[in-house]
């Protein structure tokens, strides 16, 4: 798997985590933060996953298609909480740089698994 096919999967992955470390981070500073609890480790987790699937796919890993399946899953996760506090800028940010990774994340999936049915069986993880 070529690292230039899936440039802006790595891109959208990189874009999100960003966004996701700056949100959690902006929600640590809101006068309610204990009520963005779980926005703030969404956050922290999909930053987390999309980092190593960036990673996965910028060394052409085998996996990297099964890893972005479930990146696509987290991220959707992280867009659907925080869109619940888009009045507050950095969730509504979020949440579009996560709808974004997850679409590019699925994209990425379905074009590895077309070359893994040609080649070798896919690993299941």
């Known amino acids: 798997m070529r690292r230039e096919m899936f440039q802006a999967c790595i891109d959208a992955c990189n874009a999100c985590a960003d966004d996701c470390d700056q949100c959690a981070s902006a929600c640590l500073e ?56 888009v ?16 679409q590019e994340c699925r994209r990425m999936a379905a074009t590895a698994g077309a070359q893994g049915a040609r080649g070798a069986p896919a690993p299941v993880l």
């Open 87 to 102: 009045h507050m800028g950095h969730c509504r940010v979020c949440a579009e740089a996560c709808r974004r990774c997850a």
């Open 30 to 85: 809101e006068d309610a933060s204990e009520q963005l609890a779980r926005c703030i480790a969404l956050d922290v987790d999909c930053a987390a996953i999309c980092r190593v699937a960036a990673g996965y796919m910028a060394r052409g890993s085998e996996l990297a298609g099964e890893l972005c399946a479930a990146t696509a899953v987290v991220c959707e996760r992280c867009a659907e909480e925080c869109a619940q506090h």
